[in-house]
T-cell receptor, first 113, second 110 residues
Framework: GEEVAQTPKHLVRGEGQKAKLYCAPI?????VFWYQQVLKNEFKFLIS????????ETGMPKERFSAKCLPNSPCSLEIQATKLEDSAVYFC???????????FGDGTRLSIL | SQQGEEDPQALSIQEGENATMNCSYK?????LQWYRQNSGRGLVHLIL?????REKHSGRLRVTLDTSKKSSSLLITASRAADTASYFC??????????FGSGTRLLVRP
């Protein structure tokens, strides 16, 4: 498609539960990025992929966060044993080439109760 | 981590006025990008300026870049109520992830 599609729009989980977010990048885009936005301002990078390979995972809290981008499937970001501090909006973005503008989805708002 | 600061943090202007927001960054860059975020939506790319460019225009947008001061500015001329949004500058680092500024919230009053 021509837009980055993220599902679900909203996700509510109790503390300690698992959360899984999905992202369909724009067709033909080789790079996928996940960012976390807290307090409507700060964007924190989590992980990026070049096709199905992890490109940069320096932002991932590795104990509980994992992500995949498999061929012919939406990319996913999974959080195990969620904590209150995981409440945020998670954005997925894709780009065709390195360093070029990224196209963002509308995000998944994750609320941990 | 944040690339740098944007100022002002918030800006309220009347429709028709110009809006200027500034961004500072910390490291050397290949390019600097400006994005808009409407409430509840994702970021939309507005304009990209390369490190060897000093000024760039796109419609009502004008971006300047001063690499010696590590700063950039975004000017929106003849603002409209629809320009109400948050604006972020961002630079790609060596692994192409975007490092964002802290953002400016713009309110354009009809």
């Amino acid at each position: 498609g021509e837009e980055v599609a993220q599902t679900p729009k909203h996700l509510v989980r109790g503390e300690g539960q698992k959360a899984k977010l999905y992202c369909a990048p724009i067709k033909g885009h080789s790079y996928v990025f996940w960012y976390q936005q807290v307090l409507k301002n700060e964007f924190k990078f989590l992980i990026s992929f070049q096709n199905e390979n992890v490109f940069d995972e320096t932002g991932m809290p590795k104990e509980r966060f994992s992500a995949k981008c498999l061929p012919n499937s939406p990319c996913s970001l999974e959080i195990q044993a969620t904590k209150l501090e995981d409440s945020a909006v998670y954005f997925c973005a894709s780009s065709q080439l390195q360093g070029q503008p990224q196209h963002f989805g509308d995000g998944t708002r994750l609320s941990i109760l | 981590s944040q690339q740098g600061e944007e100022d002002p943090q918030a800006l309220s202007i009347q429709e028709g006025e110009n809006a200027t927001m500034n961004c500072s960054y910390k490291t050397s860059i290949n390019n600097l990008q400006w994005y808009r975020q409407n409430s509840g939506r994702g970021l939309v790319h507005l304009i990209l300026i390369r490190s060897n460019e000093r000024e760039k225009h796109s419609g009502r947008l004008r971006v300047t870049l001063d690499t010696s001061k590590k700063s950039s500015s975004l000017l929106i001329t003849a603002s409209r109520a629809a320009d109400t949004a948050s604006y972020f500058c961002a630079t790609p680092d060596s692994s192409y992830k975007l490092i964002f500024g802290s953002g400016t919230r713009l309110l354009v009053r009809p």
